[in-house]
């Protein structure tokens, strides 16, 4: 038996960020991951020679990882090589294509063309996101943000944009319909429809051209690596290959944590940075039956079908978007092709790409290990991605049964789906109202999951212990 202040369940972006909050805090801190890597969805992967970056992460938000690195001492700039995305992406469907780049005026102009009228609303739009964006931005700082935080940073004067989804927003717009379309294809990657989401996924417009989209040279792990050489620094240690079966409680308070193996370590706070559903449903036997059962209703965001393969973009790169997203002729839900030589072009050789078709959970988990191993080879077999890429060869097929045995991830998936019911809820706390010295980092306690947000949930649950 050992005993530590704090236990970290789980190396991912959240728990890497809090071991290093808390260290800087001068709390002892064990770091324990039932992988052999740090990182979780944000860890690198290689086949063939070939690194991947594994997960669900696409594109970086700076502002917010700027943020999280300042919390901890760090200077994001000075410690990963960041590159723009010129041109982000790209949507087809049986409408055309509608390009997003860097540039408002580049993308408003390719919406002009095809639809005279639009460039106007458009720009009117990201003008509105930008301004509602940058009011409501402090409340990403804030772990339980109430009326008292929105009233501090002004954002009580959005509270019917609060309120709203994500389609309401977009269709108020009076955008064309494949605009729409393409400014909401971030709600297939969830498996939900733009009437669910929720309205604030509308500022990512604002983002790609205000302070711009941007990938890491070496793929997001070099994001993972900068901050496990920090914990280093700090001397924590993370226990890999350590995996915990329970959380032990005493009187409805933290007491440690019981491992796989048998072993046990003494806590007096516990910090979880897996799954938050997971954490409640399958760890902890203290929460009573009403509780999980209401926990376990929530919708599920399963992580899909990913193939990596190698092979040469063969548009211009100069020209080439780095998502290519297609939507199929049955509205189902999208495709997506990722392409990283676009933006690191000397890494061509070195840096693989993605396939990616987003599953909802349900149909997922109805399909079984056999059924999503055969939706993966229909995939590969879709026409459309081919004609973008020369000499392609599939290497490895990755499908939810494998994200979840791979990742221990609960019921094979990534987190409750981010609804609008959801995130105006406030998502799950940092701090747990059910058990005493029990903390909670990852997407699901963040109200979104690009990699900064998770960052960022890590240091506002370490700011809970420390409180």
């Known amino acids: 038996m050992s005993n530590h202040p704090v236990v970290i369940i789980g190396a991912g972006m959240g728990g890497l960020t809090a071991a290093i909050r808390l260290a800087r805090g001068g709390i002892a801190v064990q770091v324990v991951e039932a992988r052999s890597v740090p990182g979780g969805l944000a860890a690198p992967v290689s086949f063939a020679g070939r690194s991947f970056d594994a997960g669900p992460y696409i594109l970086l938000d700076r502002p917010g990882l700027t943020w999280a690195f300042e919390q901890l001492g760090l200077e994001l700039a000075s410690l990963v090589d960041l590159r723009p995305i010129e041109h982000p992406y790209e949507v087809t469907s049986a409408e055309g294509v509608v390009a997003i780049h860097r540039e408002v005026e580049r993308t408003a102009d390719g919406f002009e063309r095809r639809w005279p009228g639009s460039a106007k609303p458009y720009h009117r739009f990201v003008a509105e996101m930008t301004r509602i964006h940058a009011r409501l931005q402090p409340l990403l700082h804030v772990s339980r943000p109430g009326l008292g935080a929105l009233i501090a940073c002004g954002g009580w004067r959005h509270i019917r944009f609060l309120r709203r989804s994500l389609g309401e927003v977009l269709r108020a717009s009076r955008l064309p319909g494949p605009v729409i379309q393409a400014l909401g294809i971030w709600t297939h990657v969830a498996g939900q429809t733009l009437n669910l989401a929720p309205s604030p996924m509308a500022f990512v417009p604002a983002l790609i051209h205000g302070p711009g989209a941007w990938y890491?040279?070496?793929g997001i792990g070099a994001v993972v690596e900068v901050l496990v050489r920090a914990l280093e620094r700090l001397g924590v240690s993370i226990r890999f290959s350590t995996r915990v079966s329970a959380i032990r409680t005493v009187q409805g308070a933290v007491s440690g944590v019981e491992l796989a193996d048998?072993?046990?370590?003494?806590?007096?706070?516990?910090?979880?940075?897996?799954?938050?559903?997971?954490?409640?449903?399958?760890?902890?036997?203290?929460?009573?039956?009403?509780?999980?059962?209401?926990?376990?209703?929530?919708?599920?965001?399963?992580?899909?079908?990913?193939?990596?393969?190698?092979?040469?973009?063969?548009?211009?790169?100069?020209?080439?978007?780095?998502?290519?997203?297609?939507?199929?002729?049955d509205h189902g839900l999208c495709r997506l092709l990722v392409q990283p030589s676009v933006v690191v072009p000397e890494n061509e050789n070195v840096v693989g790409m993605r396939l990616i078709a987003p599953m909802r959970h349900a149909e997922a988990q109805a399909m079984g290990a056999v059924g999503q191993q055969a939706f993966a080879e229909r995939l590969i077999a879709e026409p459309w991605w081919r004609a973008h890429v020369d000499d392609a060869q599939v290497l490895h097929v990755r499908t939810p049964s494998e994200w979840g045995a791979t990742c221990h991830l609960h019921r094979d998936s990534m987190n409750p789906v981010m609804t609008a019911a959801f995130m105006r809820a406030g998502r799950l706390a940092h701090r747990s109202p059910y058990v005493d010295g029990l903390h909670l980092a990852g997407s699901s306690t963040h109200p979104g999951q690009w990699l900064s947000f998770c960052a960022m949930s890590g240091i506002l649950a370490a700011d809970e212990v420390l409180k």
């Open 216 to 218: 890491p040279v070496g």
């Open 262 to 329: 048998g072993g046990f370590i003494a806590a007096e706070r516990v910090l979880s940075d897996v799954h938050g559903v997971g954490t409640y449903c399958d760890l902890v036997p203290a929460i009573t039956p009403r509780v999980k059962h209401r926990l376990a209703a929530l919708p599920l965001q399963s992580p899909g079908v990913c193939i990596y393969l190698t092979g040469r973009v063969r548009a211009a790169m100069s020209s080439a978007p780095y998502l290519r997203f297609q939507l199929p002729d």
